[in-house]
Antibody, heavy 119, light 111 residues
């Protein structure tokens, strides 16, 4: 059974960076895209970017291009999402989600990581 | 691609049907393979989203046949034939023909 387990909640100061991990177990880690989606309090879902570990070429939504870094560590089956230059509006739950090999849909989700940006 | 949903809120009597509409600003039909890249997700209270329907009308593993997806081009519908208590939550449509974009969500609760 495929599972995604994310790192714990974080509290960060404005202007700093946060790094959230997503560890995959089961299935093929290298060939499936891991995506990052965030949800601000009481708001909807927003896709941020993703990476296919075997290609190690991340993609990002336009609005995050200059401050989002997504990396993969095949030795530990873990994908990392680092968001820099944090502002209060970055306070959100960050989810990782894995793309299904055949369908391309987001079929497995992590439990979410709350990132709070506050001075 | 901008996604819209109607209604944004829906109260349903258990056992009754429910329907949610989703519209995209561009066609989600890929002419290369004939597939329509529209998915539906349900986020139950306090949980991560879960996949219900993928590629317009295919049910994800374990999803009851009470749920069905339909539509074409830019207009789509999720139908629940008989709503149960476990169906409460926020339903999102999502396009993935060009990157990923979610609709604003439809909150479903019970009367």
């Amino acid at each position: 059974q495929i599972q995604l387990v994310q790192s714990g909640a974080e509290v960060k100061k404005p202007g700093s960076s946060v790094k959230v991990s997503c560890k995959s177990s089961g299935g093929s880690f290298l060939s499936n895209t891991i995506n990052w989606i965030r949800q601000a309090p009481g708001q909807g879902l927003e896709w941020m970017g993703g990476i296919v570990p075997i290609f190690d070429r991340p993609t990002s939504a336009q609005k995050f291009l200059d401050r989002l870094t997504i990396t993969a560590d095949p030795s530990t089956n873990t994908v990392y999402m680092e968001l820099g230059s944090l502002i209060s509006e970055d306070t959100a739950v960050y989810f990782c989600s894995r793309t299904h090999t055949a369908s391309g849909a987001l079929h497995v989700w992590g439990q979410g990581t709350l990132v709070t940006v506050s001075s | 691609i901008v996604m819209t949903q109607t209604p944004l809120s829906l109260s349903v009597t258990p056992g009754e049907p429910a329907s949610i509409s989703c519209q995209s600003s561009e066609s989600l039909l890929d002419s290369a393979d004939g597939k329509t890249y529209l998915d539906w997700y349900l986020q139950k209270p306090g949980q991560s989203p879960q996949l219900l329907i993928y590629t317009l009308s295919s049910r994800a593993s374990g999803v009851p046949d009470r749920f069905s997806g339909s539509g074409s081009g830019t207009n789509f519908t999720l139908k629940i034939s008989r709503v149960e208590a476990d169906d409460v939550g926020i339903y999102y449509c999502m396009q993935r023909i060009e990157s990923f974009t979610f609709g604003p969500g439809t909150k479903v609760d019970l009367k």
